[in-house]
């Protein structure tokens, strides 16, 4: 039997999952939640509380806590861990995790009578990572930009960015020179997830890797001027950066305490992004993908490298090989959350009642749910903005006309700022909230396009499997997409719904527009 895993570490959870290619079967799934299983960490919704609302970090210890509870419950499913002949797997993206000098010697001596957590405790030179919620680092973006100019957006595939890892940096080089001194290697999640199950500092992939503002797409290396304009001496403190099929070692003996073969190949990891590309069977162009995740994204394999002219989205290396597009919404699952504890209703009403009791354009009650700094458009003073009837602007129109506005405003929002990437006649909808039929429906209504489901809407673990699969059992990416990531229904747009929403589109660019002056 041969089996393959694919890891999945998050900004609320770790995730496990077990394919079998042959059967075309996931075997085998876990789950650890943060805030939940890991309470000692004070991250109830994977991240530490700051006064200052744009600073977003997590402890790497929590990760390292929840790869080892997931593995001890991915054994206790009763699945053959000794079957499985290849793991990969896939961070959020941008965080970064800084070593010391002694790092690269505690992960080649993991002891497995310790835990992960205990034993690289010494190896932070950076107490906590600053994760991509952060958006701290403005004026770390602004130096970025004048160094290296417009050149940064067209080579690196995004301007500067205040979640994107070189930024990051920067910020920490400049507050706390001593540690930026001391710091040896700086990994990303993903990288860092992998080197500790390699027990050696494992390379950064091109997907994960684009989301620095570091890594020139097109030599495929760090970009010089880049790493000059955000730190000194940061080529050295670098991974190298491959492409994500490439293997980056064998598992570590530590991990034989679940079971696990080791020696068995790793193969790089990469972004979450990038991972549900291949997961939704979407790694060739023609298909856009939504992922409604605690971020909302919208991607696409991309034909060709072109970037965002509002200077919003990016441009992230395809884990099988060219380029794929993104745009990201901070405000995804975490406003959907908001808006229904606010209104005191439950999910069912989003998918049905206030969809029902309400019309395509809400009367003109439009909302831009900002709870939290937005991302697409840049808007860095959270505040829910309104625009309608005296009763919506204060907060008391009926709970069905406030849902239908922070949904038409989300979803309008990403029609209209995904237009540079392209128009799509299918788009594949993965994540938790695509189980929601009330929003589906409504994507498919602005969209105008057929939206699929996948019967997996873990589609970022599940890549990590396929990729382990196709990267070391040479499983072709399109058997797998056949057996594993097969749409399981298709919403078509309602009828008439395409005059309904030209109006709102309409009016949403304009919201937009006045939004962002
Ligand atoms: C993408 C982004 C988020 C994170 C967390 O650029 O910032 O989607 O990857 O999921």
Same mark, same amino acid.
């Given at each position: 039997m041969s089996l393959y895993l694919g890891l999945d570490s998050s900004t609320q959870s770790m995730k496990a999952l077990v394919i079998d290619?042959?059967?075309? @079967?996931?075997?085998?799934?876990?789950?650890?939640?943060?805030?939940?299983?890991?309470?000692?960490?004070?991250?109830?919704e994977g991240v530490l509380a700051n006064p200052d609302p744009l600073v977003k970090h997590s402890p790497p210890q929590m990760w390292l806590a929840a790869l080892d509870l997931v593995l001890s419950r991915l054994q206790a499913t009763g699945v053959a861990m000794g079957d499985i002949r290849a793991i990969s797997g896939d961070g959020q993206q941008h965080g970064s995790v800084y070593l010391n000098a002694q790092g690269t010697k505690i992960l080649a001596g993991l002891n497995p009578a310790k835990t992960l957590a205990n034993q690289l405790t010494p190896a932070f030179s950076r107490k906590t990572s600053p994760i991509w919620m952060d958006s701290s680092t403005s004026a770390e973006c602004r130096e970025i930009e004048a160094a290296v100019g417009p050149r940064l957006q067209t080579d690196t595939g995004s301007p500067a960015i205040e979640r994107f890892t070189g930024p990051q940096i920067r910020r920490f080089f400049k507050t706390s020179p001593a540690e930026y001194a001391n710091t040896d290697r700086i990994h990303l999640v993903s990288s860092f997830m992998c080197s500790v199950l390699i027990g050696q500092h494992a390379p950064i992939d091109f997907g994960d890797g684009a989301g620095m503002n570091l890594l020139n797409l097109k030599t495929g290396d760090w970009d010089n001027a880049a790493l000059d304009a955000t730190a000194p001496g940061l080529r050295d403190k670098l991974p190298p950066a491959r492409p994500a099929t490439e293997t980056a070692g064998g598992l570590h003996a530590y991990f034989a305490k679940y079971g696990l073969k080791p020696g068995v190949p790793v193969i790089l990891w990469t972004g979450d992004n990038p991972s549900s590309l291949v997961g939704v069977g979407a790694s060739?162009?023609?298909?856009?993908?939504?992922?409604?995740?605690?971020?909302?994204?919208f991607f696409a394999a991309m034909p060709a490298? @072109?970037?965002?002219?509002?200077?919003?989205?990016?441009?992230?290396?395809?884990?099988?090989?060219?380029?794929?597009?993104l745009i990201c919404f901070k405000n995804g699952s975490l406003a959907?959350?908001?808006?229904?504890?606010?209104?005191?209703?439950?999910?069912t009403f989003f998918e049905g009642t206030a969809l029902v009791e309400t019309k395509p354009g809400n009367d003109?009650?439009?909302?831009?749910?900002y709870y939290v700094p937005e991302i697409t458009p840049r808007v860095m003073t959270p505040g829910v903005r309104r625009q309608g009837s005296p009763d919506f602007c204060s907060g008391k129109a009926p709970a069905a006309v406030q849902v239908r506005a922070a949904l038409e405003g989300q979803f309008c929002s990403m029609r209209l700022l995904s237009e540079w990437i392209g128009q799509f006649k299918t788009i594949r909808v993965t994540g938790g909230a695509s189980r929601n039929k009330g929003i589906v429906q409504l994507i498919a209504d602005i969209f105008q396009a057929d939206v699929q489901l996948i019967a997996v809407p873990d589609s970022a673990t599940l890549g990590g499997a396929m990729r382990a699969a196709h990267a070391a059992g040479k499983v072709p990416l399109q058997d797998l997409a056949a057996k594993f990531a097969a749409a399981s229904e298709t919403i078509t747009p309602t009828t008439g719904a395409k005059g309904a929403f030209e109006a709102p589109l309409k009016a949403y660019r304009k919201f937009l527009a006045d939004v962002t002056k």
């Open positions: 290619p042959d059967l075309g @079967k996931i075997v085998a799934s876990a789950a650890v939640n943060f805030g939940k299983d890991l309470p000692e960490y004070g991250c109830p060739e162009p023609g298909v856009a993908v939504i992922s409604l995740g605690t971020s909302d994204t490298m @072109k970037t965002d002219p509002n200077g919003c989205g990016h441009v992230f290396g395809n884990p099988t090989g060219g380029c794929m597009s959907r959350e908001r808006v229904k504890e606010e209104c005191k209703v439950d999910w003109g009650n439009m909302a831009l749910s």
